[in-house]
């Protein structure tokens, strides 16, 4: 579902991303782990189109994202093909970005209706269903300042699936949250991933990383530093980086 291939990506001279090669496969769920400032946040920028890549090569289910090739040239796309690309992903942000004036069923029926074309009683009911699917049924005429932050989320949770992505990608989910409402918000993320959803996860969480990941990325410095099988990666660290950071978090 993603394959970067050597990607890099600098801002200024800070290259940010060191020629990262990594793969998602489809239904695979990836946490991704590493210090603040190693990259992660960019990474996830990239795949979705936030982040223009410098060097390397970056596929999303096959299709080179941002980019055309014609024999052995690029041409970037324009913003309306790279827009296109970008409605089949679904991002989830730490600080969750609701449309403060709208409710939490205005909020996941918005996209659908505007960019999708889907019709207002097609949308309204979907987006019902979605709420009911992350714990929500009783709160879809809320406004976001009438709900808890894990609420909040799992409104922004259900907006990005009411697009029907093929891939979702969450930066730090539950960093912003008071520690009594991460447990809600990460088991829609287990639900979620136990429908086969491609999902890419940026989390200090080691525990849902252990349980729920099928794979886990250490990221230090721009470089991929070890990956591999969390329960390996998580309590048997090869790299001195790793358990240097490991021994810090857990
Ligand atoms: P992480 O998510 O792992 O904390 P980021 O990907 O957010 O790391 O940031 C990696 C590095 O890139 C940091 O040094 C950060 O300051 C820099 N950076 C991120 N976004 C920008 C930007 N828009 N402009 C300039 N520098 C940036
Ligand atoms: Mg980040």
Redesign the pocket.
Known sequence: MVDAVTLSKS??S?E?LKSISLQVQRGEVMCVI??????????L?CINHL?RIDAGRLYVDGQLVGYRQKGDKLYELKPSEAARQRRDIGMVFQHFNLFPHMTALENVVEAPIRVKGVSKSDALARGRELLARVGLAQQSGHYPSQLSGGQQQRVAIARALAMDPKLMLF??PTSALDPELVGEVLDVMRGLAQTGMTMVV?THEMGFAREVGDSVVF?DG?VVVEAGDPKEVLTNPQHQRTKAFLSKVL
């Open positions: 801002f200024g800070n940010v590493g210090p603040s400032g190693s990259g992660k946040s960019t990474f920028r982040e930066d730090e940026v990221m721009g």
